[in-house]
Nanobody
Framework: QLQLVESGGGLVQPGGSLTLSCAAS????????IGWFRQAPGKERERVSC??????????VYADSAKGRFTISSDTAKNTVYLQMNNLKPEDTAVYYC????????????????????WGEGTAVTVST
């Protein structure tokens, strides 16, 4: 059974950092794209970043809101994808989800938000004083 479990969310002050984890089970990361999304209260789900073991030569893709502050990475030994978030802002407050899709290109995920079939339950991030 393919499963994704996010962790690492919490309360952080503006300017602080958090690292989110997306632990995958039931499949390996090699041929899957893993994307991070977020949804703030009352807003639509937003694409954040995506990485693939096979697509885009393994290079990550970021939404404009994440460029320069967020870093996505994967650890194939742990079958886990991470989202390192620095210089967090109140507008980063949201529930963050990871999702997996077989063979989809990361740029397609970030630009169009489709191609991912399996979703985690999310982890909440609150940026506030």
């Amino acid at each position: 059974q393919l499963q994704l479990v996010e962790s690492g969310g919490g309360l952080v002050q503006p300017g602080g950092s958090l690292t989110l984890s997306c632990a995958a089970s039931g499949f390996t990361l090699d041929h899957y794209a893993i994307g991070w999304f977020r949804q703030a209260p009352g807003k639509e789900r937003e694409r954040v970043s995506c990485i693939s073991g096979s697509g885009n030569d393994g290079k990550p893709v970021y939404a404009d809101s994440a460029k320069g502050r967020f870093t996505i990475s994967s650890d194939t030994a742990k079958n886990t994808v991470y989202l390192q978030m620095n210089n967090l802002k109140p507008e980063d407050t949201a529930v963050y989800y990871c999702a997996a899709g077989l063979g989809v290109h990361p740029a397609v995920v970030v630009k169009y938000g489709y191609g991912l079939d399996y979703w985690g339950e999310g982890t909440a991030v609150t940026v506030s004083t």
